[in-house]
């Protein structure tokens, strides 16, 4: 039973997983939720996985709260999965306490380091979207505290406006202080993983498409330094949970978790270095079908096996890139956006290709019926910014947007070209906080929000 | 185990009652905030602790209730085997030294209530054939230094009794382990400057349950601490009066 000294924050550098932008903030990390007592705007954070500036504070010593301390689990329905938890729960503890019971996160992101919050918040998606949808089709509620300082629980079924701004709403409609989800059954922690070199983009998107009926999870990955008939040449993986008779008598190894000790040099990740590199992990694949049994880990979280791994980009930092066009205008956007990168040379070294199923109610949202291209670029100032909103304007063309959980350059502007609900998110946002109490750099960046 | 645990609610002990409750340990929380305990009793049985997690009142500033607390957990866990200490009062130098309400609370909370705590569960623990006592220090307790050494009198106090304790009981099958954590990043160091080689709660809490299992009588967590303290215990004092840490 500590006593705590009266919190006022510490002052330190936040920044998103691309570590740009940095900005100093008032970082508070309490093990119950609240909001501080003065007025200020707060920008609500997890555990810091979004890219660009959704949990970079407004202004410079802005506050911020941290939802990592505040992580215990309510209640679980070991008949059900129902999992009511406070918003700091991160999938990692998720997985390590219910996958050696049989239950799963019933979608995931590409880290199992974030917050429950904050897949709320960020409506996060994962490799069944085209068969499950966006993580807030298992929400079946949320404790929000407002701006005016109430507890308000918001679901499917009650407050349903402000529970489809929340979901996706990027932490701008309140904290989100507890959660209600349901997990998935599984019966082992084993994914039957099969992959396949795809040739080019089109075979890609049809062998997404082609996977979609009978696999829970796909993805591609595409080597955006292939030249000439080469583009869109890539990996396709589809998985899905093993049975008992396919995983066997298989036991997890605990695996060392390697970490980046320092930033590397910026030559490190150089497009000659890198053009090799996707030679010949591409050669060693080819095009034959391989089938194996893996590790949840090694098919969900391969980059979490390597800590800090962001620091290989350098002290600049980066930008991820990732947007969603709809499946109507067919694969045009997607080559027309590869083609601009290679050309831009050092751009970017591999893109995530997926195919997504129905758009979710929740306004800002991010997948909709459509192929989504994700991308990392190291930064390099004015340029890369420029190539980015080059690549906006073929998703504005073509009637897509980007993923605000990774954004970090988009403009206003053109963010109100590419979300049609922004009106309507906007007005139950003014109803639930008039004054803008949450405001984000992102919130200023794309919404206008005072700083 | 049958765990009576003061202070598993927050921080480092929040953490290692959730390793216990991995464990499939039986808990019994005590505390003095019972929807708290409420909560965290909630967390530890989902989390795999045996079910049902009790709690009952304790407060560490009130020796005369201690006899009732742990009669209770022996109640709630047929028998209690095992007592974890990791609640505490903490406070800056700066509020120590210009508050003697509030530096007599600590020194009565972190030292005199804890004693009698432990020495009270020690005499019960033999009495029923051994068990565990693991109480948290801090390696503030090692050596005083300027900046802290209000907080770290009170833990030194500590210390000597849980190194003695562990002395008198062992033989009597009462095994004692002391835990001293180095700087850990929790919601009670929120604020303060952060040390090169700060720790992380659950990183711990596995560390302390490793050294229970192995009965170690006194744990550095983590455990780089120890060398550190070695060095700092070393110093010469005219280097201690230069120094500002």
């Known amino acids: 039973m500590p006593e705590a000294p009266p919190d006022a924050g510490s002052l330190e550098p936040v920044a998103g997983w691309g570590r740009h932008p940095i900005v100093p903030g008032r970082v508070t990390r309490p093990e119950h939720l609240g909001l501080p007592a003065d007025p200020e705007p707060v920008v609500p954070r997890g555990l810091g996985r979004a890219y660009g500036d959704a949990a970079v504070p407004a202004r410079l010593g802005g506050r911020v709260v941290e939802s990592t301390r505040a992580d215990r689990i309510r209640s679980f329905d070991a008949d059900t999965g129902r999992l009511h938890c406070e918003a700091g729960l991160s999938l990692a503890e998720i997985l390590r306490v219910f996958v050696p019971r049989g239950w799963f996160p019933p979608v995931t992101p590409g880290t199992k380091f974030v917050t429950v919050g904050a897949c709320v918040a960020c409506d996060v998606h994962g490799k069944n979207h085209h068969r499950d949808g966006s993580f807030g089709s298992f929400v079946e509620r949320v404790t929000l505290l407002t701006a005016d300082g109430r507890l308000v629980e918001c679901g499917p079924d009650r407050e349903r406006e402000l529970f489809l701004a929340t979901v996706g709403g990027m932490g701008l409609t309140g904290l989100i202080v507890e959660v209600v989800l349901r997990l998935r059954r599984i019966e082992t922690p084993w994914i039957v993983l099969e992959t396949q070199g795809m040739p080019t983009l089109e075979v890609m998107l049809e062998g997404l498409r082609l996977s979609a009926a009978h696999w829970p999870y796909t993805v591609g990955w595409i080597d955006c330094l292939a030249r000439g008939r080469d583009v869109g040449r890539g990996l396709l993986m589809r998985g899905r949970h093993a049975t008992a008779a396919e995983a066997g008598a298989r036991r997890r190894r605990s695996a060392r978790r390697l970490r980046v000790p320092l930033d590397a040099p910026e030559w490190l990740l150089n497009p000659f270095f890198m053009r090799w590199f996707n030679r010949l992990y591409a050669w060693k694949h080819g095009r034959t079908l391989r089938r194996r049994v893996v590790s949840y880990d090694r098919f969900f979280y391969p980059l979490d096996a390597i800590a800090d791994w962001n620091r290989l980009y350098g002290p600049r930092g980066f930008l991820q890139y990732q947007c969603v066009v709809p499946r109507a205008v067919g694969c045009r956007p997607v080559s027309l956006m590869l083609e601009r990168l290679a050309s831009a040379g050092a751009a970017s070294f591999l893109a995530v290709i997926k195919d997504c199923g129905p758009a979710s109610e929740a306004y800002l949202s991010f997948p909709l019926e459509g192929t989504t291209l994700a991308l990392d670029l190291p930064y390099r100032g004015e340029a890369t910014e420029s190539l980015l909103h080059e690549l906006n304007a073929i998703v504005i063309e073509h009637g897509g947007r980007v993923y605000l959980a990774k954004d970090a350059v988009t403009r206003a502007e053109e963010f109100a070209r590419m979300e049609p609900r922004l009106r309507e998110w906007q007005a139950v946002r003014d109803r639930w906080d008039p004054a803008r109490r949450f405001r984000s750099g992102l919130s200023v960046r794309l919404l206008g929000d005072p700083v | ?245």
């Open chain 2, 1 to 245: 185990m049958n765990v009576a645990f003061v202070g598993a609610t927050r921080g480092m002990g929040r953490a290692l009652a959730r390793r216990l409750a991995a464990r499939g340990e039986a808990l019994f929380l005590l505390g003095r905030d019972a929807r708290e305990m409420e909560l965290s009793a909630r967390d530890l049985e989902a989390r795999g602790a045996r079910v049902p997690v009790g709690h009952a009142a304790l407060d560490l500033a009130r020796p005369e209730g201690f006899a009732a607390a742990l009669d209770a957990a022996d109640d709630a866990l047929a028998r209690v085997d095992a007592l974890v200490v990791t609640g505490g009062a903490f406070g800056s130098q700066e509020e120590l030294a210009r508050d003697p309400a509030r530096l007599g609370a600590l020194l009565h909370a972190n030292f005199t209530g804890t004693v009698l705590l432990c020495q009270q569960a020690a005499e019960r623990l033999a009495a029923r054939g051994g068990g565990l006592i693991c109480a948290f220090s801090s390696v503030a307790g090692d050596r005083a230094r300027r900046s802290n050494y209000l907080y770290g009198a009170s833990k030194a106090g500590l210390s000597a009794f849980l190194d003695g304790l562990d002395l008198a009981y062992r033989d009597r099958g009462v095994h004692v382990l002391c835990v001293k954590p180095g700087f850990v990043r929790t919601a009670m160091t929120a604020g303060l400057p952060v040390p090169p080689f700060a720790g992380e709660p659950d990183a711990v809490a596995g560390h302390v349950v490793a050294a229970m299992d192995a009965r170690r009588h006194v744990v550095y967590a983590p455990s780089i601490w120890q060398w550190i303290m070695l060095i700092i215990r070393s110093l010469p004092r005219a280097v201690l009066r230069r120094v500002r840490f």
